[in-house]
Every structure is written in C-alpha cells, then in structure tokens.
C-alpha cells in the first residue's frame, strides 16, 4: 500500500490577529493589590502634592514690595472713602479694584484656582451692571444701593432679585468666597506657626462650606492636599519677614469692610437664614 501523505504544517497565525493574551487579574475592593508603603493613600498623597506645589512656587525678589504692600492700599481705599466712613456703604468700583489685586493671592496657593476663578467670575458680574448704570452715577454707586435697587424692583423678594446675572446673586457668591480668604488670614495671623492648609480650611468653614454639597465638598478636599507649605507660600509673596508683619494690616482693613456688608446681606435676606437657605 502506497505511503500516507505527510499532514501540511499547522499555518501561522496571522498578523492582524495575533494570540489573545491573558489579561492579568484585576485588582477589587475584596483583594486590592499590596502596597509597598504603610502610608494610607490620603497621607501619602498629601505629602507628596504638597511638597510638589511648594516647589514650584518662586520666591518673590525681597528687594520688591511685598504682596500685602500693594494690597493695603487698595482696601484701605475702600474703607477711608466717604461712603464708608459715614454711613459703611461699600463703593462699587473700589471695591472691586480691591477684590482684583486679593485674589492674586491664589497665585501662590495651589488648589484654590477654582476659588480664585469664582470670585473673578462674579466681580466681573457686578461690573458689568455697574457700567450698565449712567456714567455720572457710577462713581457714587455702593454694592447696598445696587442691590436695594434690585430689590425694590422684586417688590422685596431676596429670592427673585438674586437671578443669574444679578448684582445680589453676585455679590452673595463673592461674598461668601472673600470670607474664605479672610478667615485664612485670620488664622494665619492668630497663629505664626499654623500651616497654611490649616488656615484655608478654616477659611473655608467659615466661607463656603455650609453652602457646598458633597461633590463640591470633595473637590475642596482634593485641593487641599496641593496647599503648598506656609514657609515656601510666604516666600512668594516677598520677604519672609515682611509679609508676616504687613499681614495683620491688610487684614483688619479687610475684615472691617467684609462685616458690615456681611450684615446688610443677612439683613435683607439675600443671604437667607441657614434653615430657609435657597442657596
């Protein structure tokens, strides 16, 4: 009988489809990987996000004036103007000439753009209406009257004059993002040693927090841990020494201005009452 012929040699794969590869196992919340730190991620995540936001912020030339140098004028403006110092009605456009050179403060604070961008956002709001007004009675314009005039145009109902665009609405959202700024200085005044992300935590419960849901809530969390150290941030702002005694100043001016508009807010009822908040 004649031979078999040979079985033909089993034919390559192709290149276009290639062998599936066996997925490695995936990591769960039943079995997480090994971690080569006993770090909790948390503690791990903040020292390494601070350090890293210190180190990229750049000491300011000392021989220049420091950054509480150049803002004491601008609200020492606002409370030595004639509306304030009679009657403590803030004018409009000191106020937010003051409010610009503030927030570059959040220059050297990692993690706080968003706060910064906040507050730029609703300055820019007020402006807005503030130029909307005729050119003689701009000079003379508070926040109070502007807002007493969208008021009286709602028939009183805080509610109905705080909508999108509105200097109520605005003012009630900067507001409240200044008092993070104030109660960090606050804190940063009453404790020479206190950290800086300390501070801005305590600013922030006495600004924002009460008013942000979970995700926001978070997202500040998140920030919190790119808060770079009081040492490296105070260097940004000038000479070490400088900044530390020209801070008290900035902030006593700034505090004086920021009560009694706190006060007409929660007076008129844009800013509502923690149990009836719309807000």
Request: charged content about 25%; hydrophobic content about 45%.
């Amino acid at each position: 009988a004649a031979p078999l012929p040979a079985a033909p040699p089993a034919a390559a794969p192709s290149p276009a489809e290639p062998p599936a590869a066996t997925p490695p196992p995936r990591a769960s919340a039943a079995s997480p990987r090994r971690r080569s730190s006993a770090r909790s991620p948390a503690s791990a995540l903040k020292g390494y996000t601070r350090r890293r936001a210190s180190a990229k912020l750049k000491p300011r030339d000392p021989s220049l004036m420091s950054f509480f140098e150049e803002t004491l004028p601008k609200w020492a403006a606002v409370a030595e103007s004639d509306a304030f110092a009679s009657g403590q009605q803030v004018p409009c456009k000191l106020f937010l000439d003051a409010t610009v050179q503030l927030i570059k403060i959040f220059d050297s604070i990692y993690g706080m753009g968003m706060v910064k961008d906040d507050i730029d956002g609703n300055r820019a709001k007020i402006e807005a209406n503030l130029l909307k007004l005729p050119a003689d009675a701009q000079p003379a314009a508070t926040l109070q009257s502007m807002c007493r005039a969208e008021l009286a145009a709602a028939k009183g109902d805080a509610a109905a004059a705080s909508v999108e665009g509105s200097t109520c609405l605005a003012i009630l959202w900067l507001k409240r993002a200044l008092l993070l700024v104030e109660g960090m200085l606050e804190a940063l005044v009453a404790d020479a040693k206190a950290e800086l992300a300390d501070c801005v935590n305590k600013g922030y419960e006495k600004g924002l927090k009460m008013h942000h849901n979970m995700i926001m809530k978070g997202v500040f969390n998140t920030a919190y841990h790119a808060i770079p150290y009081r040492a490296d941030f105070t260097k940004a702002l000038g000479d070490p020494a400088k900044v530390e005694a020209d801070m008290p100043a900035v902030w006593k001016t700034f505090a004086a201005i920021m009560t009694p508009l706190d006060a007409f807010l929660k007076e008129t009822k844009i800013e509502p009452p923690p149990s009836d908040s719309w807000w």
